[in-house]
């Protein structure tokens, strides 16, 4: 089985920062991207930012300049690095992992979602 946990959410005030950790665990054989994505009272859930195995990173045109994703692969864990947050980034922040285990059939590549946190930023 495979476990994703996020933290580091919290309340904070514009044009503070926040750093968000979701680390991976169990029966991993390759862990092939992890991202991060949000989703506001209302609205649909959105895709924030992503990391794939190479290291090439995607953000949403929202978070470009303020936000950065990183990772270890050592330890599973990505991160998102939140800075100059505004009102508008306040959402349940989810940790997304594609890892692929392996099972009776073979190498099986699944997407894993963490419990989200919440990001709450005060005007």
């Known amino acids: 089985q495979v476990q994703v946990v996020e933290s580091g959410g919290g309340l904070v005030q514009a044009g503070e920062s926040l750093r968000l950790s979701c680390a991976a665990s169990g029966s991993i054989f390759r862990i092939n991207g992890m991202g991060w994505y949000r989703q506001a009272p209302g609205k649909q859930r959105e895709m924030v930012a992503r990391i794939i195995g190479g290291g090439t990173t995607t953000y949403a045109d929202s978070v470009k300049g303020r936000f950065t994703i990183s990772r270890d692969n050592a330890k599973n864990t990505v991160f998102l690095q939140m800075n100059s947050l505004k009102p508008e980034d306040t959402a349940v922040y989810y940790c997304?992992?594609?890892?692929?285990?392996?099972?009776?059939?073979?190498?099986?590549?699944?997407?894993?979602w963490g419990q989200g946190t919440q990001v709450t930023v005060s005007s």
């Open positions: 997304n992992a594609d890892i692929s285990t392996i099972q009776t059939m073979g190498v099986v590549s699944d997407d894993y």
